[in-house]
Antibody, heavy 122, light 106 residues
Framework: DVQLVESGGGLVQTGGSLRLSCAASGFTFSDHYMDWVRQAPGKGLEWVGRTRDKADSYTAEYAASVKGRFTISRDDSKDSLYLQMNSLKTEDTAVYYC?????????????WGQGTLVTVSS | DIQMTQSPSSLSASVGDRVTITCRASQSISNYLNWYQQKPGKAPKLLIYAASSLQRGVPSRFSGSGSGTDFTLTISSLQPEDFATYYCQQSYSSPPTFGQGTKLEI
C-alpha cells in the first residue's frame, strides 16, 4: 500500500526555520513528482511547491508566497521528501501535507500523507 | 495564475439527495480538473481526475463532468459518510490551484 508519513512539524518563532520530512513507501518514489500542500487553520488548500523526478532533473517550483524562503528537496535513495522552511512568518502556520503526483499525465495528487502541523508564533 | 471558483461555498442536504457542486476556471483548462474530498482532521482524498475519471476505490455514486472552464461534481445519492468538504483543483498549468471548497452539511 502507498504510504506517506510527514514529520518535523512543531512550534517555531517568527523568523525561525524548520525542516519537514515525508517518508514514502509502497511505490517507486523515484518515478514520481512530489508536492507539498498546506492548509491554514479553518482555510482551504494551498499548493506550496513541487519537486520533479530524476528524469526531469529534480527541478523544483514554488508558490509565490514561499519562493525564496522554502526549499524542496528529495533523496530517492531514502524514499524521502523534504521541505526546508526559513524566515517563517505567522501566516505560514498550517498543516503541511506531502502528496504524490500521479504520473499518468493528468497530474492529480493521488495519495496524501496525514499532515504535520507547523505553528509560527510571534 | 488560473483561478478556480466553486459554488456553492456551503450546501445543506439530506441522505439520499442528489447533489451537484460546480467549479469554474478563469481560463480553459481542457479536462485537467481533479476533485478531492476532505473530512475534518483528515487529509484530502482524490475522488475524480481528468474531470470525469473515477479514482480506484471511489464509489460510483460520485461522478464528474465538464471541460474547458466549467465542471461539476455530482453525488447521485448522498450517504452519511459523504458529508465533508470538496475541493476542485486544476492541473493544467503551474501553479496548480484549488477552489475555495464546498462544505456539504446535513
Amino acid at each position: 500500500d502507498v504510504q506517506l508519513v510527514e514529520s518535523g512539524g512543531g512550534l517555531v518563532q517568527t523568523g525561525g526555520s524548520l525542516r519537514l520530512s515525508c517518508a514514502a513507501s509502497g511505490f517507486t518514489f523515484s518515478d514520481h513528482y512530489m508536492d507539498w500542500v498546506r492548509q491554514a487553520p479553518g482555510k482551504g488548500l494551498e499548493w506550496v511547491g513541487r519537486t520533479r523526478d530524476k528524469a526531469d532533473s529534480y527541478t523544483a517550483e514554488y508558490a509565490a508566497s514561499v519562493k525564496g524562503r522554502f526549499t524542496i528537496s528529495r533523496d530517492d535513495s531514502k524514499d524521502s521528501l523534504y521541505l526546508q522552511m526559513n524566515s517563517l512568518k505567522t501566516e505560514d502556520t498550517a498543516v503541511y501535507y506531502c502528496a504524490r503526483v500521479n504520473n499518468s499525465g493528468w497530474y492529480s495528487r493521488d495519495y496524501w500523507g496525514q499532515g504535520t502541523l507547523v505553528t509560527v508564533s510571534s | 495564475d488560473i483561478q478556480m471558483t466553486q459554488s456553492p461555498s456551503s450546501l445543506s442536504a439530506s441522505v439520499g439527495d442528489r447533489v451537484t457542486i460546480t467549479c469554474r476556471a478563469s481560463q480553459s483548462i481542457s479536462n485537467y480538473l481533479n476533485w478531492y474530498q476532505q473530512k475534518p482532521g483528515k487529509a484530502p482524498k482524490l475522488l475524480i481526475y481528468a474531470a470525469s475519471s473515477l479514482q480506484r476505490g471511489v464509489p460510483s455514486r460520485f461522478s464528474g463532468s465538464g471541460s474547458g472552464t466549467d465542471f461539476t461534481l455530482t453525488i447521485s445519492s448522498l450517504q452519511p459518510e459523504d458529508f465533508a468538504t470538496y475541493y476542485c483543483q486544476q492541473s493544467y498549468s503551474s501553479p496548480p490551484t484549488f477552489g475555495q471548497g464546498t462544505k456539504l452539511e446535513i
